[in-house]
């Protein structure tokens, strides 16, 4: 059974930094990983995806690569803003189309 | 714009009153998902629907039911309320037209639900 683990639950940086959060998957067999944003009370917003056959994709100051073989994501925010904190939730799709397992996200907060 | 929307966003019911949640997407998606997110627990899949008249369940889909009658629309219903119904429900659609974000999933804000 797929699990996803997000390390760390929770982190706590100064506005500037750069920083890593970290997402694991059990079971390499997947066809795509998606990291969305929360914010509290709202919706999922799609940040990037990730299919299968990439190493990563990059949409202005956030980075994510893929290591399927290791089953490991992460994702880079460059340049930390208080407008990021936000809970941060990384998702495989084990069957290409409608399925998504979540992990349980990383509380982010960027202090001025 | 490009959404999915929900209906109601937030519903405070008793228990065994039936309700249903709606959800409409205006961007012609094949696929449409409910799930339940709760504390400790993440979000988790309730069903899913790959075309209209095509539904599934997903990994918690006891005390629910769908219907995809038409391809924006996937209503979620609950027959029977009961209180560990009590969540955060939202509906989510993928393109699935084989472009090259083909399995990107878009959520709706969701419907905060508290079965009393």
């Known amino acids: 059974k797929q699990e996803v683990t997000q390390i760390p639950a929770a982190l706590s940086v100064p506005e500037g930094e750069n920083l890593v959060l970290n997402c694991s998957f059990t079971?390499?067999?997947?066809?795509?990983l998606q990291w969305f944003r929360q914010d509290p009370g709202k919706g999922l917003t799609s940040l990037l995806l990730?299919?299968?056959?990439?190493r990563e994709q990059t949409s202005g100051r956030l980075n994510a690569s893929l290591d399927k073989s290791s089953g490991r994501s992460t994702l880079y925010i460059a340049a930390s803003q208080p407008g990021d904190s936000a809970t941060y939730l990384c998702?495989?799709?084990?069957?290409?189309?409608?399925?998504?397992?979540f992990g349980a996200g990383t509380r982010l907060a960027v202090h001025p | 714009e490009a959404q999915v929307t929900q209906n109601p966003r937030y519903l405070i019911t008793v228990t065994g009153k039936k309700l249903t949640v709606t959800c409409s997407q205006n961007?012609?998606?094949?696929?449409m998902s409910w799930y339940r997110q709760d504390p400790g627990l993440g979000l988790r899949q309730i069903y899913y629907?790959?075309?209209?008249?095509?539904?599934d369940k997903g990994d918690v889909p006891e005390g629910y039911k769908v219907s995809r009658k038409e391809k924006r629309n996937f209503p979620l219903i609950l027959e029977s309320p009961s209180p560990n119904q009590t969540s955060l429900y939202f509906c989510?659609?993928?393109?699935?037209?084989?472009?090259?974000?083909?399995?990107?999933?878009?959520f709706g804000p969701g419907t905060r639900l508290t079965v009393l």
């Open positions: 989510a659609s993928t393109p699935g037209d084989g472009g090259v974000a083909y399995n990107e999933q878009f």
């Open positions: 079971d390499s067999a997947i066809y795509n």
């Open positions: 990730i299919q299968s056959s990439q």
């Open positions: 998702a495989v799709g084990p069957d290409g189309y409608n399925k998504l397992i």
């Open positions: 961007m012609n998606h094949e696929y």
């Open positions: 629907s790959m075309n209209v008249e095509v539904t």
